[in-house]
């Protein structure tokens, strides 16, 4: 038994080897950079390799860095919360109204956002919200305004629409996922046992389809932290995140030490709010076995 | 609660008299094109155990769902305890429900489960507690609550989804195949125990099951029901004696059935010819419908009504020699096939009918080939015609 079981854990080993190498080359050995240089002295266009915790204690005592992570964080979960709440309503509607021959072609439909780069869709945003944009035209055709609005573009406002839209089929997925696996002879017990649907949504539903809704803000969470491309577009560059802090610090004031440090402290800071979401979907998970 | 009598024929006699909790009247349902439910009605008396029997597919499951109020139907009537359910949704109705899958909340636990449906009891929480306590008591599991729901056996699950409906009190108990995920013996023994809860609660259960031993097991009364249609209503022993159609006969157990030629009407019955068993009259009693799809008339009878004797024998039954053509040896059955002499007389065909006998002491199994004496009465013979 013992020998098998080695046999087929090494079999395992082999098979996963040639991805998993590919992973540590382009992902364990840039991050091990990242967190060298974050200890190392910065020499004015040059690292020098002595070592330092002088980047951290910079980092966690600058007040504009404390404001743009905050913004960061601030914007991501207001990102998270209204993705998941547009989210739940179309991926109910996918589960329980869409006749289950048609489920498939509804999940194609919600992928075509994805047939075009993530660059372009951020960029149409900027068009639809700009000065001489699709809404402010639309506007002025019909009369409703004479000068085009200015607050639609360049805001949190317009990163977080922008953004919503971008990750939606990300929350749409595991939500639907989480519906999909509820026995519908539980919903017909909530009605059976006194309870108005309504009711049997708050006490059924959605408590099972928690591990989806967790699992969704996360998927959600994570990415729009580090987000760049909308802060810089969108944004108009004007409210940066923390990406952008760190792109300015790598290149443009090339400060690889204090960038990697920014670089290793929000992801501190991801890794510890990941670890929560993570602990907080065991306890639905624990559940559903 | 009533007081629960040992008797079955008292428990029974008691219940024919009651008066109606759940009237359906000319209830039709369609699923599209298919025509689910072609005209129910059907009576079942309050404290009754009923049962609706028939194969996968016959309606028996949509009909218990409209009764619960999870399907709408064309037209007809439904009534519980005479109130028109005519627009009452499933919520409101006082009717619970055991589903076949048992629909525990996986993230409740087992007290919580049993719980559920008294949100809006007024009782107070200790209260609460109390009655979960000794719903769970009712079913056996008293000291359970804590447990998380995921981590039970199917047949506790089994126990949480009654004592959550019965909680509730409801007027009518619907089973769904309730029994139909359970091993063998775990399920005679849930048998015994739901007929043994059912006298103590005095709540009318109505039981959905494809499993012809498990309804005339555990019913006062069974509806047998075929493509959306009753076949047949009546007590276990009518049905299984005096089926009052080949389709019933055939799905309830085991029937033997020879060709039958009607002779003469007589005063007391109907006097027929059956190649085999000579002139016969069959008792008006024991006189049902052949099917559409059947040649002529036929008789039937039981495995078990009949047995294998020694050639001399006296008493008031029937005596017909035979060939054993087949044996098949249970343990405690032996099943005969037999070949009853002049049974081709009619038209060639050879029928061997199948004789059950208990295997007690000092009874040997007969061999392939020996001669034998069948005995039989023409009580046990029901005519099709």
Redesign the interface.
Same mark, same amino acid.
């Given at each position: 038994m013992a020998t098998g079981n080695r046999s087929q854990s090494a079999q395992g080993l082999t098979l996963i080897a040639p991805p998993l190498s590919y992973a540590l080359l382009v992902m364990a050995a840039p991050l091990l950079t990242i967190l060298a240089y974050s200890f190392l002295k910065d020499g004015y266009l040059t690292v020098i390799r002595e070592f330092t915790l002088e980047n951290y204690r910079a980092v966690w005592s600058d007040p504009i860095v404390r404001t743009i992570m905050l913004r960061s964080l601030s914007v991501a979960a207001l990102v998270t919360l209204v993705t998941v709440v547009l989210a739940f309503p179309v991926a109910y509607f996918l589960s329980f109204v869409v006749a289950p021959g048609r489920k498939a072609m509804w999940l194609f439909l919600i992928t075509i956002p994805f047939w075009t780069s993530y660059l372009i869709r951020v960029f149409l945003w900027k068009v639809i919200l700009g000065y001489n944009g699709v809404v402010n035209s639309g506007l002025k055709t019909l009369g409703v305004i004479e000068q085009p609005l200015g607050f639609l573009l360049y805001n949190v406002n317009s990163m977080v629409i922008t953004l919503a839209h971008a990750y939606a089929p990300f929350a749409i997925l595991p939500i639907f996922i989480a519906l999909e696996k509820i026995?519908r002879?539980?919903l017909?017990?909530?009605?059976?046992?006194?309870?108005?649907r309504a +009711?049997t949504f708050w006490?059924?539903t959605l !408590?099972?389809a928690m591990p989806g809704v967790v699992a969704a803000a996360l998927i959600v969470f994570i990415p729009t932290i580090g987000d760049y491309v909308t802060p810089a577009l969108i944004g108009g560059g004007k409210i940066p995140m923390i990406a952008n802090m760190i792109q300015s610090q790598m290149l443009d004031l090339d400060n690889r030490p204090l960038g990697s440090a920014l670089a290793v402290t929000a992801m501190l800071i991801v890794a510890v709010l990941s670890l929560i979401f993570v602990a907080l979907n065991r306890r639905?998970l624990k559940?559903?076995? | 609660m009533t007081t629960p009598s040992s008797s079955t024929a008292a428990h029974r006699a008691r219940t024919a008299a009651a008066r109606p909790m759940i009237e359906i009247k000319g209830v039709h349902k369609h699923y599209g094109d298919y025509h689910a439910l072609r005209g129910i009605d059907l009576t079942i008396r309050a404290g009754e155990f009923f049962s609706l029997l028939g194969p996968s597919g016959c309606g028996k499951t949509t009909l218990l769902r409209t009764i619960?109020g999870?399907e709408d139907f064309a037209d007809g009537v439904v009534l519980i305890d005479g109130q028109d359910m005519d627009g009452v949704?499933?919520?409101?109705r006082p009717?619970? +429900?055991v589903?076949?899958?048992y629909?525990i909340? !996986?993230?409740l636990s087992v007290a919580e489960n049993v719980g559920?449906?008294l949100?809006?009891d007024p009782r107070s929480k200790a209260e609460k507690a109390a009655a979960i306590e000794e719903a769970l008591e009712m079913v056996g599991l008293k000291g359970y609550g804590k447990r998380?729901?995921?981590a039970l056996s199917g047949g506790q699950r089994q126990r949480v989804a009654l004592a959550?409906?019965l909680i509730?009190k409801p007027k009518v108990l619907l089973l769904d195949e309730p029994l139909s995920a359970l091993d063998r013996k775990m399920r005679e023994q849930m048998q015994v125990e739901l007929i043994k809860l059912q006298r103590q609660v005095g709540i009318t259960f109505v039981l959905v099951t494809h499993d012809q031993e498990e309804a005339l097991v555990m019913s006062d009364r069974i509806a047998v029901m075929f493509e959306g249609q009753i076949a047949q209503m009546d007590g276990p022993e009518a049905l299984y004696a005096r089926p009052t159609s080949r389709r019933v006969a055939n799905f309830i157990g085991v029937m033997n059935f020879l060709p039958a030629r009607i002779l003469a009407e007589t005063a007391s019955g109907v006097e027929v010819e059956v190649p085999g068993l000579g002139r016969v009259e069959i008792p008006a009693a024991n006189i049902s419908q052949k099917d559409a799809g059947d040649e002529g008339p036929s008789v039937g009878f039981r495995p078990e009504a009949v047995s294998l004797v020694s050639a001399s024998q006296p008493g008031q039954s029937r005596v017909t020699p035979g060939v054993i053509d087949e044996v098949v040896y249970y343990g405690d059955m032996t099943y005969y096939d037999v070949r009853l002499d002049g049974s081709a007389s009619f038209d060639g065909k050879a029928r061997p009918v199948r004789i059950a006998m208990r295997n007690v002491f000092g009874r040997d199994v007969q061999d392939v080939g020996t001669r034998a004496n069948v005995s039989w009465s023409p009580g046990s013979l029901v005519l099709f015609r």
């Open positions: 026995d002879s539980l017909e017990a909530g009605r059976d046992l006194g309870e108005s +009711m006490r059924v !408590p099972l639905f559940v559903r076995q | 619960a999870f949704a499933a919520n409101s009717t619970n +429900m589903f076949q899958s629909a909340f !996986p993230h559920f449906g949100r809006r998380a729901a995921h959550r409906a509730l």
